[in-house]
């Protein structure tokens, strides 16, 4: 979440990956740090995964990436699902 913060500051868009399992985490660091990241959550958990499986999950959210990456900072809501 820092780093996003950090890229974000310097005008470099930025996005943030994790699982599933620190949605709530992120929500809170969020509000904490008063910042609101473009996020992207894979599927949990990550430790015990292959290869081959890590690169199916990136698959899937590299689009998600892509989108949130060109997505219009002014936007209301920068983590929609809309394109």
């Known amino acids: 979440m820092h780093d996003i913060a950090d890229l974000e500051s310097r005008?470099?868009?930025g996005v943030g990956?994790?699982?599933t399992?620190?949605?709530d985490a992120a929500a809170a660091q969020s509000r904490t740090l008063g910042f609101d990241p473009a996020m992207?959550?894979?599927p949990h958990p990550i430790q015990n995964r292959t290869?081959?499986?890590m690169c199916t999950l990136a698959d899937a959210a590299l689009g998600d990436i892509l989108r949130l990456l060109r997505a219009d900072p002014d936007a209301a809501d920068?983590?929609?699902e809309d394109t």
């Open 78 to 80: 920068h983590k929609s």
């Open 51 to 53: 290869d081959a499986e």
């Open 17 to 19: 990956v994790a699982s």
């Open 40 to 42: 992207v959550f894979v």
């Open 21 to 23: 399992e620190f949605i």
């Open 11 to 13: 005008q470099i868009p």
